[in-house]
């Protein structure tokens, strides 16, 4: 298909570690089509920032592969900007030296390159901590940072590890709101991860839940609710019957998970 | 539990504060001033140990012939000078092959057998080689922290966390920006905390080596003093090394933090 962006086949990673084997990912398929915003929710340690960072080609696959544009991916792709988990700012450098840096290494002239890293950082509502260093933020404005910093190198593909977790509600909305309008603007393709389901369904064309570990994608689920939307989409008479869906399916998995853990340590 | 904040009493803190510089400095008064004591009453022989006041004066003979500076400015040198030679060299080699696997395995060997030698343990051989120049005396401190400095530096690229290299790799990165931008800075930390410790070692080098063989600099002050049974002159020496040091570890922490302002501390 011509129009597909992302597509997972088959693909399963073992984490070998000296004491053990960690199947992460089995036999996960996943395929996004150009200007999707797949959401893909599950239990905590399931996996999902290990099929991210392998789409994102930070890992190898063990077995199966990953197609970018139907070619594989063989090393870390600029095309797939990445917002991280653990943030992954550049300590040594301010604010603004952070939200620029891929507009530095794409060549860009440093007034331009400061321009386009001021509005991100407006938009992110961090203005007036451009020459602040991260350690001298918080949790919340780092990974507004983070976030920020790669919105301004503007790829086409985006993979967001659950972007909004360490932010308070009311930012945690406004930057949902501007993420609903840069995807509406642009052409890009989203995928992006979440424990939260009201997320998921506030900001998906579709949804996807991953089982617990070793992960595999359960569920899809399209994601039919109205557009534009803002927070005021739950209140949409359809909101509740997704949203209950959902809920059964990652229900099921995380009651999975902590039979699991009994049955692990029945085993030691 | 109640606690006693900062915001809650904040006179009294202040004023603990300053009340424990002023016990500093009555501490050192009162050892001085007992140390003083002991030897004007006789209870110890001034050649044996000689009060502060002895050491003052033989301070102020040499003073006026110039050979305070002279001295000081000699082993200085001496330090700094095998330092930086020694430093230019490791840290970007180390930072080349912390990048590279293939060259740290041809480096491996020699690093490692070098590396356990003592600064000390080549003053014979320098001598041999250079006999009692500057050259001998920058040789030993260069030979000494040159391994440790590499192996310290490669060491510090390799605690930079894998996500931030995956970031700058991920927002277009080349490699040789990624040297520039990101392993270099993310390991200046590490590698400035490692070169202060070296620049300790080179003191302790450069102080032995003239202790064994110099005719100038603060080792060979101290020598030069046991061998005339001028003890005061030894323990001048003594205290001129601790200022120095003290002097210099001051300057090294304000350059540190112009070249890594974003450490807090
Ligand atoms: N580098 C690694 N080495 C060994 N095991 C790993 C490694 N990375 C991940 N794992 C294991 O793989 C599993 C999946 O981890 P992953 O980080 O993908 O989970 P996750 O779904 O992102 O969890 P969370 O929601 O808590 O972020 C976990 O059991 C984890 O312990
Ligand atoms: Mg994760």
């Given at each position: 298909?011509?129009?597909?962006?992302?597509?997972?086949?088959d693909?399963?990673?073992?984490?070998?570690?000296?004491?053990?084997?960690?199947?992460?990912?089995?036999?996960?398929?996943?395929?996004?089509?150009?200007?999707?915003?797949?959401?893909l929710?599950?239990?905590?340690?399931?996996?999902?920032?290990?099929?991210?960072?392998?789409?994102?080609?930070?890992?190898?696959?063990?077995?199966?592969?990953?197609?970018?544009?139907?070619?594989?991916?063989?090393?870390?792709?600029?095309?797939?900007?990445?917002?991280?988990?653990?943030?992954?700012?550049?300590?040594?450098?301010?604010?603004?030296?952070?939200?620029d840096?891929?507009?530095?290494?794409?060549?860009?002239?440093?007034?331009?390159?400061r321009e386009?890293?001021q509005?991100?950082?407006?938009?992110?509502?961090l203005?007036?901590?451009?020459?602040?260093?991260?350690?001298?933020?918080?949790?919340?404005?780092?990974?507004?940072?983070?976030?920020?910093?790669?919105?301004?190198?503007?790829?086409?593909?985006?993979?967001?590890?659950?972007?909004?977790?360490?932010?308070?509600?009311?930012?945690?909305?406004?930057?949902?709101?501007?993420?609903?309008?840069?995807?509406?603007?642009?052409?890009k393709?989203?995928?992006?991860?979440?424990?939260?389901?009201?997320?998921?369904l506030?900001l998906?064309?579709?949804?996807?839940?991953?089982?617990?570990?070793?992960?595999?994608i359960?569920?899809f689920?399209?994601?039919?609710?109205?557009?534009?939307?803002?927070?005021?989409?739950?209140?949409?008479?359809?909101?509740?019957?997704?949203?209950?869906?959902?809920?059964?399916?990652?229900?099921?998995?995380v009651?999975?998970?902590?039979?699991?853990?009994?049955?692990?340590?029945?085993?030691? | 539990?109640?606690?006693?904040?900062?915001?809650?009493?904040?006179g009294?803190?202040k004023?603990?504060?300053?009340?424990?510089?002023?016990?500093?400095?009555?501490?050192?008064?009162?050892?001085?001033?007992?140390?003083?004591?002991?030897?004007?009453?006789?209870?110890?022989?001034?050649?044996?140990?000689?009060?502060?006041?002895?050491?003052?004066?033989?301070?102020?003979?040499?003073?006026?012939?110039?050979?305070?500076?002279?001295?000081?400015?000699?082993?200085?040198?001496?330090?700094?000078?095998?330092?930086?030679?020694?430093?230019?060299?490791?840290?970007?080699?180390?930072?080349?092959?912390?990048?590279?696997?293939?060259?740290?395995?041809?480096?491996?060997?020699?690093?490692?057998?070098?590396?356990?030698?003592?600064?000390?343990?080549?003053i014979p051989?320098?001598?041999?080689?250079?006999?009692?120049t500057e050259?001998?005396?920058?040789?030993?401190?260069?030979?000494?922290?040159?391994a440790?400095?590499?192996?310290y530096?490669?060491?510090?690229?390799?605690s930079?966390?894998?996500?931030?290299?995956?970031?700058?790799?991920?927002?277009g990165?080349?490699?040789?920006?990624?040297?520039?931008?990101?392993?270099?800075?993310?390991?200046?930390?590490?590698?400035?905390?490692g070169?202060?410790v070296m620049?300790?070692?080179?003191?302790?080098?450069?102080?032995?080596?003239?202790?064994?063989?110099?005719?100038?600099?603060?080792?060979?002050?101290?020598?030069?003093?046991?061998?005339?049974?001028?003890?005061?002159?030894?323990?001048?020496?003594?205290?001129?090394?601790s200022?120095?040091?003290?002097?210099?570890d001051?300057?090294?922490?304000?350059?540190?933090?112009?070249?890594?302002?974003?450490?807090?501390g």
């Amino acid at each position: 298909m011509a129009n597909t962006v992302i597509q997972v086949n088959d693909l399963t990673k073992i984490f070998e570690t000296k004491k053990e084997k960690v199947t992460a990912l089995q036999d996960v398929n996943l395929t996004i089509k150009n200007r999707e915003f797949v959401v893909l929710v599950g239990a905590s340690g399931c996996g999902k920032t290990t099929l991210i960072n392998t789409i994102a080609g930070f890992e190898k696959p063990t077995s199966g592969e990953v197609l970018l544009h139907g070619e594989p991916v063989t090393g870390i792709d600029p095309r797939c900007g990445m917002v991280f988990q653990q943030y992954a700012l550049f300590d040594w450098k301010t604010v603004i030296n952070n939200v620029d840096f891929g507009l530095k290494m794409k060549g860009m002239k440093l007034k331009e390159r400061r321009e386009l890293a001021q509005q991100y950082i407006d938009m992110v509502g961090l203005q007036g901590f451009e020459n602040a260093y991260p350690s001298q933020l918080s949790g919340g404005m780092k990974q507004r940072v983070s976030l920020a910093r790669t919105l301004a190198n503007n790829p086409e593909i985006m993979l967001l590890d659950e972007p909004f977790a360490a932010l308070d509600a009311m930012t945690r909305q406004v930057l949902q709101e501007e993420l609903i309008r840069i995807y509406s603007e642009s052409q890009k393709t989203i995928l992006f991860i979440t424990h939260s389901i009201d997320e998921a369904l506030l900001l998906s064309t579709r949804v996807s839940v991953m089982t617990s570990r070793p992960g595999k994608i359960k569920q899809f689920l399209e994601n039919d609710l109205p557009w534009p939307r803002d927070a005021d989409v739950q209140l949409h008479p359809r909101y509740q019957e997704l949203k209950s869906e959902v809920w059964s399916t990652v229900q099921e998995e995380v009651m999975k998970t902590a039979g699991l853990l009994g049955a692990d340590k029945d085993k030691c | 539990m109640p606690s006693l904040s900062g915001n809650n009493v904040p006179g009294l803190l202040k004023g603990f504060k300053l009340d424990l510089r002023v016990v500093s400095v009555i501490s050192l008064v009162l050892f001085i001033t007992i140390w003083e004591s002991i030897i004007r009453a006789g209870l110890v022989a001034p050649l044996f140990l000689p009060a502060p006041s002895m050491i003052v004066n033989d301070f102020m003979r040499l003073y006026e012939r110039g050979e305070i500076w002279f001295h000081i400015s000699a082993s200085a040198r001496r330090v700094l000078i095998g330092f930086a030679l020694a430093g230019s060299i490791a840290v970007p080699l180390g930072i080349l092959l912390g990048a590279s696997k293939f060259l740290k395995a041809v480096a491996d060997p020699l690093l490692s057998i070098l590396r356990p030698l003592p600064s000390m343990s080549w003053i014979p051989l320098s001598l041999l080689w250079l006999g009692i120049t500057e050259t001998q005396k920058y040789s030993i401190v260069f030979m000494g922290s040159f391994a440790p400095t590499v192996l310290y530096t490669i060491e510090a690229t390799r605690s930079i966390d894998p996500v931030i290299i995956r970031a700058a790799l991920n927002l277009g990165a080349s490699r040789a920006r990624l040297m520039r931008e990101v392993i270099l800075p993310g390991s200046l930390p590490m590698i400035v905390s490692g070169l202060k410790v070296m620049l300790g070692i080179a003191w302790t080098t450069v102080i032995s080596a003239e202790l064994v063989a110099a005719d100038k600099g603060l080792g060979y002050l101290i020598m030069d003093g046991r061998e005339f049974f001028r003890t005061e002159q030894v323990l001048l020496g003594m205290a001129l090394i601790s200022i120095t040091v003290m002097t210099i570890d001051i300057a090294f922490r304000s350059v540190e933090k112009k070249i890594i302002p974003w450490m807090e501390g």
